[in-house]
């Protein structure tokens, strides 16, 4: 069975660190894998998208890498703000357009 | 553009009842996903479109749940009859073509009492 496992479910860090997310998967063959972020009561909003053939992918203050070989993805933050806390979910697509998603790790940055 | 447009956003209803969620995907997007989620079970995929066609509903849990897309910029997921266990938050979301981003709406927020 395909499954996206997210750990830990929550994470706090004080305003100001780098921190990582991690997100592994059963199947090395992917299609691509995206980050999406999930505020309290809202849809889900994209991060990031990173193809098969792509190592990582970067955007302002964040960066996401994938190793298919060993079923990981991390998203990096770097200088994190209080608006940073959010949800964070990791969303994989196993050979089509179908999204398998983690079940999220809840971040909060503490001021 | 708007984006990925759901409604109505919250729907309250009485178990047995029909449910109809709609959803319009941002302009010039040829998929479109209908999802659920849920505390226990996150987020599934319930079924999704390629060119307004029925790709994969495996994930639909069972006949009482239907969608249609009858053109490009419309979407429906039906429920009928509704049970207390199909309250959940139901998000639509869409994307330009296969592997490429998936835009999400903001959700409707499904209570059967």
């Known amino acids: 069975k395909q499954e996206v496992t997210q750990i830990p479910a929550a994470l706090s860090v004080p305003e100001g660190e780098n921190l990582v997310l991690n997100c592994s998967f059963t199947?090395?063959?992917?299609?691509?894998l995206q980050w999406f972020r999930q505020d309290p009561g809202k849809g889900l909003t994209s991060l990031l998208l990173?193809?098969?053939?792509?190592r990582e992918q970067t955007s302002g203050r964040l960066n996401a890498s994938l190793d298919k070989s060993s079923g990981r993805s991390t998203l990096y933050i770097a200088a994190s703000q209080p608006g940073d806390s959010a949800t964070y979910l990791c969303?994989?697509?196993?050979?089509?357009?179908?999204?398998?998603f983690g079940t999220g790790t809840r971040l909060t940055i503490i001021p | 553009d708007a984006g990925v447009i759901q409604s109505p956003r919250h729907e309250v209803t009485e178990m047995g009842q029909e449910v109809t969620l709609r959803c319009k995907p941002i302009?010039?997007?040829?998929?479109l996903f209908w999802y659920r989620q849920t505390m226990m079970r996150g987020l599934e995929l319930l079924i999704y479109?390629?060119?307004?066609?029925?790709?994969?509903d495996s994930g639909m849990p069972e006949d009482r749940f239907s969608a249609k897309m009858p053109n490009a910029s419309f979407s429906t997921l039906k429920i009928q009859p509704s049970e207390p266990r199909d309250s959940a938050v139901y998000f639509c979301?869409?994307?330009?073509?296969?592997?490429?981003?998936?835009?999400f709406g903001p959700g409707t927020r499904l209570t059967v009492t």
């Open positions: 979301a869409s994307s330009f073509s296969y592997n490429y981003e998936q835009y």
């Open positions: 199947d090395s063959a992917i299609y691509n």
């Open positions: 990173i193809q098969s053939s792509q």
């Open positions: 969303a994989v697509a196993f050979g089509n357009e179908k999204l398998t």
């Open positions: 302009s010039g997007h040829n998929s």
């Open positions: 479109f390629n060119n307004n066609v029925p790709i994969d």
